[in-house]
T-cell receptor, first 111, second 112 residues
Framework: GIQVEQSPPDLILQEGANSTLRCNFSDSVNNLQWFHQNPWGQLINLFYIPSGTKQNGRLSATTVATERYSLLYISSSQTTDSGVYFC?????????????FGTGTQLKVEL | EPEVTQTPSHQVTQMGQEVILRCVPISNHLYFYWYRQILGQKVEFLVSFYNNEISEKSEIFDDQFSVERPDGSNFTLKIRSTKLEDSAMYFCASCFLNTEAFFGQGTRLTVV
């Protein structure tokens, strides 16, 4: 099956710093999503981005489908950005477009 | 804004007992899913459901698991005889058609 690797696995930032999280995938994908898992375990949708670039406030994401990677940019980080960031990819199958999640990046933002 | 809702948020059960996890997907969505996340690990696909039948399932989804859409709104996951290793966060998700998937807040299942 498709492999989804994220880097770095762990990241500690000072509040106000910027960061880039990376997601590499091993095959062509139909869809890519970024999620933030907050300390309560909820998966919050950040971006639905099969290709191109999108921005939402301090966050932006870019997917280069032909080169099989996606980047999530966090600018001016805040303590509330802490948590685990997952990318998830979808490939077309005969079934139901399941998402395959990456290994995650654990982010901690300190004062 | 429409959202996927799951109940209960936390369930503790004894090994060997049956549990039913409940989900209400977004109303106009057509595909429904269950995923699980063992503590500290990544989120894993269990099963997808479309047009009132299972469309795909993973190796994890063995005979102890079943899903049902008993009416027009609920989507349930049943574990017949829970094992310690079934302890995990279970997420329900839904999407319309080849579009963004939305996840519920999860049910944390603890088997003791």
């Amino acid at each position: 099956g498709i492999q989804v690797e994220q880097s770095p696995p762990d990241l500690i930032l000072q509040e106000g710093a910027n960061s880039t999280l990376r997601c590499n995938f091993s095959d062509s994908v139909n869809n890519l999503q970024w999620f933030h898992q907050n300390p309560w375990g909820q998966l919050i949708n950040l971006f639905y981005i099969p290709s191109g670039t999108k921005q939402n406030g301090r966050l932006s994401a870019t997917t280069v489908a032909t080169e099989r990677y996606s980047l999530l940019y966090i600018s001016s980080s805040q303590t509330t950005d802490s948590g685990v960031y997952f990318c998830a990819v979808e490939i077309l199958t005969g079934g139901g477009n399941k998402l395959t999640f990456g290994t995650g990046t654990q982010l901690k933002v300190e004062l | 804004e429409p959202e996927v809702t799951q109940t209960p948020s936390h369930q503790v059960t004894q090994m060997g007992q049956e549990v039913i996890l409940r989900c209400v997907p977004i109303s106009n969505h057509l595909y429904f899913y269950w995923y699980r996340q063992i503590l500290g690990q990544k989120v894993e696909f269990l099963v997808s459901f479309y047009n009132n039948e299972i469309s795909e399932k993973s190796e994890i989804f063995d005979d102890q698991f079943s899903v049902e859409r008993p009416d027009g709104s609920n989507f349930t996951l049943k574990i017949r005889s829970t094992k310690l290793e079934d302890s995990a966060m279970y997420f329900c998700a839904s999407c319309f058609l080849n579009t963004e998937a939305f996840f519920g807040q999860g049910t944390r299942l603890t088997v003791v």
